[in-house]
């Protein structure tokens, strides 16, 4: 695969050699498996991360026909327990010593007639469900109470079920009943051409569509070796500065709302507003979609009058953020609330905004740098207390480095081509990765025999963090969980998929 | 007449005793306690205002005749303490056989005729041996019923208790006794103490003597253990009858056996009143945060007995400081208090007791209980649980009120300290009342109405008829007060000089002394209520005919949901108090997470909570090792060598020999 | 410490103006789904059918040889037909109030068909036209439905001025909104919240996932749209349709707004 450095194991070896990165500093970032041909045994990958500038390792191994089983090693590299359980879901692969062996992807109830991710799946054939209850982990005690707050959620919110066990006002467990958003979005990919998959890409999750088609566009641009235009690379790192700028703007706003500062809220929401009009001006989407494709970008744009409207919006933002700052009753719910330890953060896989709160100091722009970020200066703000005021602090610094990013790649960015054509290769397979609004996003695209998509793993930051976020509700209180789900400014469709 | 009847309650309760012991099936103990209860309530009423004269036994103890006297306060008290036992006799205990159910009847046999004598008899040696006859009933009762598995040590906690304020009585009444020199309380009350610190000390002895019983701090802490190891039924006698037995004790010593002036009267009174207040606030609060129907509902009596203890002391201070129509009322306050709480408790206990036969559990929680009950039972439990709440209409409202009117009236009183402690107090009685609202939610909500799924219940009729009559009992003496209160006018005359009562009255209102500050009128509100609820009513049948419903079932967010297990549990209920007022609780909250391949991965949670007692770390373990350690070390008398022992006999008669041959 | 009410007045107005007056000065350089021309439209080419992700565009036999039948309810609005169009028969537009009564005027017809006297429930403007109360469901939607319904609430947009207002509990909505294709998970919770929903009650489908399924539709997972699920008075395509196309669509619905897309042709 492109983009990485590939190990071949066998099933056996693959515990020894996550135990060998691990020592080494490594860090696993996702694990999936493919079938290859359809009717042979799945391919298990593995991808982690050693660090900047260094090669991502990737392992692989083929299972052995006849048992679809692995060793789990989610005792070992807590973070794999989501990938572990996803692989057992979608591609009826066994994890023997899983500590957690419950459905997580597909709800208990549903019964597909094979693995949904086996290409012999039925095309088309919804598959049979019944409403189960959940399989929770038990509790003992008269006195506790049940809440189990969703799907349907109060306000214009994402339909997610978070159970809780509490006392009153006191939550003594928390458990995120995720996936009924389940859209099936990486078989969507099977069997499309490259161009059109953009589509998909764009569409896993919204409010994050550039960092997803500019990861999915990378991969297919690395599996078939093509390089892109320097022009393409500025305005791909411009459109993803824009994406974080109005994510993060937004966030602000629905931070204040939960901390019931009203004009805060308002005044948040309306520059994302101002933000997303600003999208669709200079590009004809507010949401920045129908842009990128494999390649480079679709159409070129006039991007001069972009430094005029952000040096005019840059003083209401720093005023605002300033303002924020300064206000005692906003800050004193934020302050404390939700603490993630770096050991918990580091452990459970925690991405983006998230984990550089928490003081893991990583950024894939600064990092493995993509796009133009390389000829760009990145500086990765990182705090140590993990709590949401520091979650919102990084945030904060990340507005104010977008703002001088969009600026500078304008004023250095040459004219010239902004597309070049991709020669799609049989059997290629490529990695792409970006660093989205909520964190690191990375696809794993492997083409068929005729240049067309067979799978294509999507791993959105959305995925990692909230397997993080009970860890920081559990032993809290009511009134605190609505502030530090705020806090953690996650998706559930990207999370989803 | 009424005087025959009242004799015949200590027959009828022999004779149900040695039925007890003799019957194993224990029916005719249970007829005869019956009947006693009957006789005791006709003969009361007909015996108040004026009382039951004096009779003598006909023994003689130590040269001294036994009298028997009732005092219409006993008599009223008496009244109110047996229409609940009746009940209890009737449904009986929830134990779980006959034999031990006779068990349990002997026990109320003795209580019954220990409270009896506590009420009447008129000298400290027999008053002696029927307050220990009370108390050895109630041991009886709970050691025979047997309903819990545990060891018999919650008793034997209360028994010790019980034995610290006998001890005190006896102090007291010796003391007494010595200035009086006689044993009767006749000569007691016509004793005219100088005042003195010896006042004080007296005072100070009964208060823990009676208090021993009547819950004051620190000995309410015997409440939760020794009520939660018996049925309800054993709670109704205890909350009722001996209760009220032990604060007619405690009236009649402080108001007639101390001096109605001086600075040391003054102090019994502050002190009687801050202890009863302090004692109604840590008693309610530690209700509020019990799970278990008896528990709660012990707590709850002491709270009351606690309020009872302070508007006694208020009486009093009212007597010292000149105020005596303030005094008269408040004393006339406390017995309607308590006969208001002796009602309604022992409707709630036997409330619990149904609540056992049909949960197999005395545990607070949401079972749907009242939909499949019969519409009377829950009628009957509500009104005793408003009354406790101290919500209008009910007894518990106007006596509440009362107690509130009283304490204003000592603003006039010259007196600073004075008061200062009847302000104080106010405020105290004020927090109390709000978390006894708080708690009686907690146990009718939770309890009774929560929902829940519960298999068809069997509730007896007998079991419904008597709930329901004891709660129209405790509407029917909210409603009547006006003319039942008149009962204790002559009583307040004699006592005070003053008949309260008649200016406790004015038409069909309730008012305190006048009515120019305030009123109440349950008997008005109980013709209104009805005639305005009537409105919605009618629209409410209107609406279920005439328009078309369509029923779906509880919002929960989508999905539907187990309720069982979203419902609130008696722990979330009281949680934020005890949150708040973590200081005085002390509670432990404690969740263990049991991890499988690491912290990372739970597979079980346990809970578990607890409220820390505060007298029982801080004053009774460390009395317990002293007693231990002084009796380790006293032990080497049991060297188990027959020529020590012999030794020892020898010196004790050279001892006596020596005492005899000098002392004159 | 700031004083938020100075610092929120002295920003001073930021909502749009009243729907009705210069609706597309709201949102300047949005595209919006494309126009079709039929008279540039070449025989025999399928450039753009076989570019349409979603098959918004299929190709029907008819009499006259083959011809294109557009389904708007299916638009995910990718303008990749615009590119790959040869002759500009399929145009990029700034159409996006694309909120439409019946399915069949999302579908492109040749000739407009004269307008039924429709079913119409006039009280509704009296009832409702100056209150109502809406209940969102996310039924599998990508977020940005989401996020174009959260913008409803901020100050440029104001939806509490038009009198509308997002509840939530069923019990007080009047209008059930539903974003996203119908997973499987959630089609019990969508219909378990429009039961308890009390007469009247009226179903919105925004965006082309809840339209028709759109790009995500079918599949192991998801149903396609709201389509035999619920009954369904407004329809809304648009991926995501933008706030100021929400607002016409609850203007529609509570007639103070006339629809502007009839057959798949766009204004009168």
Same mark, same amino acid.
């Given at each position: 695969m492109r983009g990485a450095t590939e190990h071949l194991l066998q099933p056996s070896g693959i515990a020894e050699a996550c135990r060998q990165l691990t020592d080494q500093g490594a860090r696993l970032q996702m694990a999936y498996a493919w079938f290859p041909e359809p009717g042979e045994p799945p391919e298990v990958l593995y991808l982690a991360d050693r660090g900047p500038g260094k090669p991502f390792p990737l392992l692989r191994c083929r299972l052995s026909r006849g048992s679809a089983q692995l060793d789990s090693l989610a005792a070992q590299i807590p973070l794999l327990g989501w990938y572990e359980r996803e692989m057992m879901d979608l591609c009826g692969i066994t994890f023997a010593g899983h500590p957690e062996p419950r459905p997580l992807v597909l709800h208990e109830g549903a019964h597909p007639p094979l693995p949904p991710l086996d290409p012999r799946y039925p095309k088309d054939q919804l598959m049979p469900y019944t409403e189960k209850a959940w399989d929770l982990p038990p509790i003992e005690g008269n006195d506790v109470q049940m809440l189990p707050f969703g799907p349907v959620r109060g306000d214009v919110l994402e339909s997610a079920q978070i159970v809780f066990y509490y006392i009153g006002e006191a939550i003594l467990h928390c458990h995120p009943r995720l996936f009924f958003k389940h859209r099936g979005m990486e078989k969507r990919f099977e069997g499309l051409s490259p161009l059109m998959g953009t589509f998909i890409a764009e569409r896993i999750s919204g409010v994050g569509s550039v960092s997803h088609a500019l990861a999915y566009c990378q991969a297919v641009e690395n599996a078939c070796d093509c390089e892109i235009p320097v022009r393409a690379r500025y305005l791909r790192s411009i459109l993803a500065e824009m994406e974080r700028l109005y994510n993060h703007l937004y966030y602000l706003g629905h931070l204040c709302h939960t901390t019931t500062l009203k004009v805060g809220e308002a005044q948040g929401k309306l520059l994302a507003e101002q933000c997303k009009q600003f999208n669709s001006v200079f590009t004809g989407s507010r949401f920045l979609r129908g842009l990128l494709k494999p390649g480079g970008l679709r159409r070129d744009l006039n991007l001069h009058g972009v430094p005029a409207k952000l040096y005019a919006l840059e003083p209401e933002i720093e005023s605002y953020m300033r303002a924020l700052e300064t206000t005692n009753s906003h800050l004193d719910r934020l302050i404390t609330t939700g603490q993630l330890p770096y050991q918990t953060a580091f452990d459970q896989g925690a991405s983006g905004p998230i984990k550089r709160a928490s003081g893991i100091e990583r950024d894939l722009r600064h990092d493995h740098p993509y796009a133009a970020y390389a000829l760009l200066p990145i500086r990765i703000p990182v705090r140590k207390e993990g709590d949401a005021h520091a979650r919102a602090q990084i945030r904060m610094e990340e507005i104010r480095a977008s703002l001088a990013l969009i600026v500078k790649a304008i004023e250095q960015m040459p004219e010239g081509p902004i597309d070049t054509e991709v020669r799609l290769r049989p059997r290629a397979e490529g990695l792409g990765w970006c660093e989205g609004p909520r964190g690191s996003t990375y696809y794993g695209v492997h083409l068929d025999g005729i240049g067309a998509l067979a799978r294509v793993k999507v791993k959105s930051p959305s995925f990692s963090n909230w397997r993080v976020f009970p860890f920081t509700v559990h032993d809290t209180n009511m009134m605190d969980y609505a502030i530090n789900e705020a806090s953690f400014g996650l998706t559930i469709a990207g999370c989803d998929r | 007449m009424g005087n025959k009847l009242l004799l015949a309650m200590p027959a009828l309760w022999g004779f149900a005793f040695l039925a007890a012991l003799l019957d194993r099936s224990g029916k005719l103990a249970r007829i005869g306690i019956a009947l006693g209860c009957l006789a005791g309530i006709a003969g009361c009423i007909a015996t108040l205002p004026a009382g039951f004269g004096s009779v003598a036994v006909g023994f003689l103890l130590a040269d001294t005749p036994i009298q028997f006297h009732l005092s219409p306060g006993a008599c009223w008290l008496l009244l109110f303490g047996l229409i609940p036992a009746f009940f209890a006799a009737v449904l009986s205990s929830t134990a779980p056989s006959h034999s031990r159910q006779s068990a349990w009847l002997a026990g109320m046999a003795l209580s019954l005729l220990g409270a009896l004598g506590v009420f009447g008899l008129q000298d400290a040696m027999s008053f002696l041996i029927a307050w220990e006859v009370m108390s050895l009933g109630g041991a009886v009762m709970i050691l025979g019923e047997g309903t819990s598995e545990l060891n018999g040590s919650p008793t034997l906690f209360m028994l010790a208790l019980l034995e610290v304020g006998a001890v005190a009585i006896l102090l007291s009444l010796l003391l007494l006794g010595n200035h009086a020199g006689s044993v009767s309380f006749g000569a007691m009350a016509t004793l005219r103490m100088s005042p003195s610190p010896v006042v004080l000390i007296l005072g100070l002895l009964l208060l823990i003597g009676f208090g021993a019983k009547l819950g004051v701090l620190p000995f309410y802490e015997w409440f939760p253990a020794a009520y939660g190891s018996g049925s309800g039924a054993t709670g109704v006698i205890f909350s009722g009858i001996v209760l009220n037995a032990a604060f007619y004790a405690l009236a009649r010593g402080v108001l007639d056996w101390l001096p109605q002036v001086g600075i040391w009267t003054m102090s019994v009174a502050i002190i009687m009143i801050f202890t009863g207040v302090l004692s109604a606030i840590l008693a309610i609060f530690n209700a509020f945060q019990e799970e278990d129907w008896r528990r709660m509902l012990s707590l709850s009596s002491a709270e009351n007995a606690g309020i009872a203890v302070a508007v006694l002391g208020a009486s009093l201070l009212f007597a010292i400081t000149g105020l005596p129509a303030a005094a008269a009322l408040a004393w006339i306050v406390c017995l309607i208090h308590l006969a208001g709480h002796s009602l309604a408790k022992g409707t709630l206990f036997l409330t619990a007791d149904g609540v056992y036969k049909t949960n197999k559990s005395y545990f607070i929680r949401q079972t749907g209980l009242l939909r499949n009950t019969p519409m009377i039972f829950g009628i009957g439990a509500l009104f005793a649980a408003m009354s406790l709440a101290a919500l209008p209409p009910q007894a518990g409202f106007v006596s509440e009120w009362y107690v509130f009117q009283t304490l204003f009236q000592g603003m006039q009183v010259n007196v600073v300290a004075a008061r200062l402690t009847i302000a104080l107090s106010a405020a105290g009685i004020a927090l109390v009342a709000a978390v006894a609202l708080a708690t009686f939610a907690k146990l009718f909500g939770i309890g009774l109405l929560g929902d829940g799924h519960t298999a068809p219940t069997h509730l007896s009729v007998p079991r419904c008829c008597g709930v329901f009559s004891l709660g129209l009992c405790v509407l029917a003496l909210a409603v009547g007060m006006p003319w039942w209160v008149q009962m204790l006018g002559p009583a307040s005359q004699s006592l005070f000089g003053i008949n309260a009562a008649i200016r406790m009255k004015d038409a069909w209102l309730l008012v305190p002394? $006048?009515?120019?500050f305030a009123f109440i009128s349950p008997t008005k509100l109980i013709i209104a209520g009805p005639i305005l609820a009537l409105l919605p009513i009618l629209l409410f049948l209107f609406s279920r005919s005439a328009l078309h419903l369509r029923r779906v079932p509880v919002w929960s967010g989508g999905r539907r949901e187990d309720t069982r297990r979203i419902a609130t549990t008696s722990l979330a209920f009281s949680n934020a108090l005890r949150t708040f007022y973590g200081f005085i609780y002390g509670p432990t909250h404690n969740l263990e997470r049991e991890y499988d391949h690491g912290p990372y991965f739970v597979k079980r949670l346990i809970f578990n909570q607890e409220v820390a007692p505060i007298? /029982?770390?801080?004053l009774f373990a460390p009395l317990t090792r002293l007693v231990r350690s002084i009796s380790d070390s006293v032990s080497?008398?049991? $060297? /188990?060598y027959l020529n020590f022992y012999n030794a020892l006999i020898g010196l004790l008669l050279v001892l006596i020999l020596t005492l005899a041959l000098f002392y004159r | 410490m700031p004083i938020w009410t100075l610092y929120g007045l002295s920003r001073g107005l930021a909502t749009a103006p009243w729907p009705g007056k210069s609706e597309s000065a709201q949102q300047q350089g949005a595209l919006g789904l494309p126009v079709f021309n039929p008279d540039r439209c070449d025989e025999n080419c399928r450039a753009c059918a076989d570019s349409c992700l979603p098959d918004a565009i299929g190709i029907e036999a008819s009499a006259s040889g083959e011809r294109l039948t557009i389904d708007y309810g299916k638009c995910i609005g990718c303008q990749l037909c615009t590119e790959t169009c040869p002759n500009s028969a399929l145009e990029k537009s700034d159409h996006w109030a694309f909120g439409v009564r019946r399915r069949e005027d999302l579908l492109w017809a040749e000739a407009l068909a004269t307008q039924e006297a429709q079913d119409?429930?006039?009280s509704i403007r009296r009832t409702f036209g100056c209150s109502l109360h809406i209940r969102h469901v996310d *039924?599998?939607?990508?977020n940005g439905c989401e996020s174009e319904l959260q913008a409803l609430n901020n100050p440029y947009y104001n939806l509490h001025h038009l009198g509308i207002f997002f509840t939530?509990?069923?019990?007080? *909505?009047?209008l059930l909104l539903v974003t996203g294709s119908v997973t499987y998970a959630m089609r019990e919770p969508l219909l378990e919240t429009y039961n308890a929903m009390p007469e009247p009650k009226w179903v919105m489908a925004v965006g082309t996932c809840a339209v028709s399924g759109g790009i995500t539709g079918g599949g192991y997972s998801c149903a396609h749209g709201l389509d035999g699920i619920l009954p369904v008075d407004i329809y809304l395509p648009g991926c995501p349709p933008n706030p100021s196309a929400m607002i016409h669509a609850l203007l529609l619905l509570l007639r103070r707004a006339e629809q502007v897309v009839h057959r798949g042709h766009y204004g009168q």
């Amino acid at each position: 695969m492109r983009g990485a450095t590939e190990h071949l194991l066998q099933p056996s070896g693959i515990a020894e050699a996550c135990r060998q990165l691990t020592d080494q500093g490594a860090r696993l970032q996702m694990a999936y498996a493919w079938f290859p041909e359809p009717g042979e045994p799945p391919e298990v990958l593995y991808l982690a991360d050693r660090g900047p500038g260094k090669p991502f390792p990737l392992l692989r191994c083929r299972l052995s026909r006849g048992s679809a089983q692995l060793d789990s090693l989610a005792a070992q590299i807590p973070l794999l327990g989501w990938y572990e359980r996803e692989m057992m879901d979608l591609c009826g692969i066994t994890f023997a010593g899983h500590p957690e062996p419950r459905p997580l992807v597909l709800h208990e109830g549903a019964h597909p007639p094979l693995p949904p991710l086996d290409p012999r799946y039925p095309k088309d054939q919804l598959m049979p469900y019944t409403e189960k209850a959940w399989d929770l982990p038990p509790i003992e005690g008269n006195d506790v109470q049940m809440l189990p707050f969703g799907p349907v959620r109060g306000d214009v919110l994402e339909s997610a079920q978070i159970v809780f066990y509490y006392i009153g006002e006191a939550i003594l467990h928390c458990h995120p009943r995720l996936f009924f958003k389940h859209r099936g979005m990486e078989k969507r990919f099977e069997g499309l051409s490259p161009l059109m998959g953009t589509f998909i890409a764009e569409r896993i999750s919204g409010v994050g569509s550039v960092s997803h088609a500019l990861a999915y566009c990378q991969a297919v641009e690395n599996a078939c070796d093509c390089e892109i235009p320097v022009r393409a690379r500025y305005l791909r790192s411009i459109l993803a500065e824009m994406e974080r700028l109005y994510n993060h703007l937004y966030y602000l706003g629905h931070l204040c709302h939960t901390t019931t500062l009203k004009v805060g809220e308002a005044q948040g929401k309306l520059l994302a507003e101002q933000c997303k009009q600003f999208n669709s001006v200079f590009t004809g989407s507010r949401f920045l979609r129908g842009l990128l494709k494999p390649g480079g970008l679709r159409r070129d744009l006039n991007l001069h009058g972009v430094p005029a409207k952000l040096y005019a919006l840059e003083p209401e933002i720093e005023s605002y953020m300033r303002a924020l700052e300064t206000t005692n009753s906003h800050l004193d719910r934020l302050i404390t609330t939700g603490q993630l330890p770096y050991q918990t953060a580091f452990d459970q896989g925690a991405s983006g905004p998230i984990k550089r709160a928490s003081g893991i100091e990583r950024d894939l722009r600064h990092d493995h740098p993509y796009a133009a970020y390389a000829l760009l200066p990145i500086r990765i703000p990182v705090r140590k207390e993990g709590d949401a005021h520091a979650r919102a602090q990084i945030r904060m610094e990340e507005i104010r480095a977008s703002l001088a990013l969009i600026v500078k790649a304008i004023e250095q960015m040459p004219e010239g081509p902004i597309d070049t054509e991709v020669r799609l290769r049989p059997r290629a397979e490529g990695l792409g990765w970006c660093e989205g609004p909520r964190g690191s996003t990375y696809y794993g695209v492997h083409l068929d025999g005729i240049g067309a998509l067979a799978r294509v793993k999507v791993k959105s930051p959305s995925f990692s963090n909230w397997r993080v976020f009970p860890f920081t509700v559990h032993d809290t209180n009511m009134m605190d969980y609505a502030i530090n789900e705020a806090s953690f400014g996650l998706t559930i469709a990207g999370c989803d998929r | 007449m009424g005087n025959k009847l009242l004799l015949a309650m200590p027959a009828l309760w022999g004779f149900a005793f040695l039925a007890a012991l003799l019957d194993r099936s224990g029916k005719l103990a249970r007829i005869g306690i019956a009947l006693g209860c009957l006789a005791g309530i006709a003969g009361c009423i007909a015996t108040l205002p004026a009382g039951f004269g004096s009779v003598a036994v006909g023994f003689l103890l130590a040269d001294t005749p036994i009298q028997f006297h009732l005092s219409p306060g006993a008599c009223w008290l008496l009244l109110f303490g047996l229409i609940p036992a009746f009940f209890a006799a009737v449904l009986s205990s929830t134990a779980p056989s006959h034999s031990r159910q006779s068990a349990w009847l002997a026990g109320m046999a003795l209580s019954l005729l220990g409270a009896l004598g506590v009420f009447g008899l008129q000298d400290a040696m027999s008053f002696l041996i029927a307050w220990e006859v009370m108390s050895l009933g109630g041991a009886v009762m709970i050691l025979g019923e047997g309903t819990s598995e545990l060891n018999g040590s919650p008793t034997l906690f209360m028994l010790a208790l019980l034995e610290v304020g006998a001890v005190a009585i006896l102090l007291s009444l010796l003391l007494l006794g010595n200035h009086a020199g006689s044993v009767s309380f006749g000569a007691m009350a016509t004793l005219r103490m100088s005042p003195s610190p010896v006042v004080l000390i007296l005072g100070l002895l009964l208060l823990i003597g009676f208090g021993a019983k009547l819950g004051v701090l620190p000995f309410y802490e015997w409440f939760p253990a020794a009520y939660g190891s018996g049925s309800g039924a054993t709670g109704v006698i205890f909350s009722g009858i001996v209760l009220n037995a032990a604060f007619y004790a405690l009236a009649r010593g402080v108001l007639d056996w101390l001096p109605q002036v001086g600075i040391w009267t003054m102090s019994v009174a502050i002190i009687m009143i801050f202890t009863g207040v302090l004692s109604a606030i840590l008693a309610i609060f530690n209700a509020f945060q019990e799970e278990d129907w008896r528990r709660m509902l012990s707590l709850s009596s002491a709270e009351n007995a606690g309020i009872a203890v302070a508007v006694l002391g208020a009486s009093l201070l009212f007597a010292i400081t000149g105020l005596p129509a303030a005094a008269a009322l408040a004393w006339i306050v406390c017995l309607i208090h308590l006969a208001g709480h002796s009602l309604a408790k022992g409707t709630l206990f036997l409330t619990a007791d149904g609540v056992y036969k049909t949960n197999k559990s005395y545990f607070i929680r949401q079972t749907g209980l009242l939909r499949n009950t019969p519409m009377i039972f829950g009628i009957g439990a509500l009104f005793a649980a408003m009354s406790l709440a101290a919500l209008p209409p009910q007894a518990g409202f106007v006596s509440e009120w009362y107690v509130f009117q009283t304490l204003f009236q000592g603003m006039q009183v010259n007196v600073v300290a004075a008061r200062l402690t009847i302000a104080l107090s106010a405020a105290g009685i004020a927090l109390v009342a709000a978390v006894a609202l708080a708690t009686f939610a907690k146990l009718f909500g939770i309890g009774l109405l929560g929902d829940g799924h519960t298999a068809p219940t069997h509730l007896s009729v007998p079991r419904c008829c008597g709930v329901f009559s004891l709660g129209l009992c405790v509407l029917a003496l909210a409603v009547g007060m006006p003319w039942w209160v008149q009962m204790l006018g002559p009583a307040s005359q004699s006592l005070f000089g003053i008949n309260a009562a008649i200016r406790m009255k004015d038409a069909w209102l309730l008012v305190p002394l $006048s009515g120019k500050f305030a009123f109440i009128s349950p008997t008005k509100l109980i013709i209104a209520g009805p005639i305005l609820a009537l409105l919605p009513i009618l629209l409410f049948l209107f609406s279920r005919s005439a328009l078309h419903l369509r029923r779906v079932p509880v919002w929960s967010g989508g999905r539907r949901e187990d309720t069982r297990r979203i419902a609130t549990t008696s722990l979330a209920f009281s949680n934020a108090l005890r949150t708040f007022y973590g200081f005085i609780y002390g509670p432990t909250h404690n969740l263990e997470r049991e991890y499988d391949h690491g912290p990372y991965f739970v597979k079980r949670l346990i809970f578990n909570q607890e409220v820390a007692p505060i007298f /029982g770390p801080y004053l009774f373990a460390p009395l317990t090792r002293l007693v231990r350690s002084i009796s380790d070390s006293v032990s080497v008398i049991q $060297s /188990g060598y027959l020529n020590f022992y012999n030794a020892l006999i020898g010196l004790l008669l050279v001892l006596i020999l020596t005492l005899a041959l000098f002392y004159r | 410490m700031p004083i938020w009410t100075l610092y929120g007045l002295s920003r001073g107005l930021a909502t749009a103006p009243w729907p009705g007056k210069s609706e597309s000065a709201q949102q300047q350089g949005a595209l919006g789904l494309p126009v079709f021309n039929p008279d540039r439209c070449d025989e025999n080419c399928r450039a753009c059918a076989d570019s349409c992700l979603p098959d918004a565009i299929g190709i029907e036999a008819s009499a006259s040889g083959e011809r294109l039948t557009i389904d708007y309810g299916k638009c995910i609005g990718c303008q990749l037909c615009t590119e790959t169009c040869p002759n500009s028969a399929l145009e990029k537009s700034d159409h996006w109030a694309f909120g439409v009564r019946r399915r069949e005027d999302l579908l492109w017809a040749e000739a407009l068909a004269t307008q039924e006297a429709q079913d119409l429930k006039n009280s509704i403007r009296r009832t409702f036209g100056c209150s109502l109360h809406i209940r969102h469901v996310d *039924a599998g939607s990508c977020n940005g439905c989401e996020s174009e319904l959260q913008a409803l609430n901020n100050p440029y947009y104001n939806l509490h001025h038009l009198g509308i207002f997002f509840t939530p509990s069923p019990r007080f *909505a009047d209008l059930l909104l539903v974003t996203g294709s119908v997973t499987y998970a959630m089609r019990e919770p969508l219909l378990e919240t429009y039961n308890a929903m009390p007469e009247p009650k009226w179903v919105m489908a925004v965006g082309t996932c809840a339209v028709s399924g759109g790009i995500t539709g079918g599949g192991y997972s998801c149903a396609h749209g709201l389509d035999g699920i619920l009954p369904v008075d407004i329809y809304l395509p648009g991926c995501p349709p933008n706030p100021s196309a929400m607002i016409h669509a609850l203007l529609l619905l509570l007639r103070r707004a006339e629809q502007v897309v009839h057959r798949g042709h766009y204004g009168q």
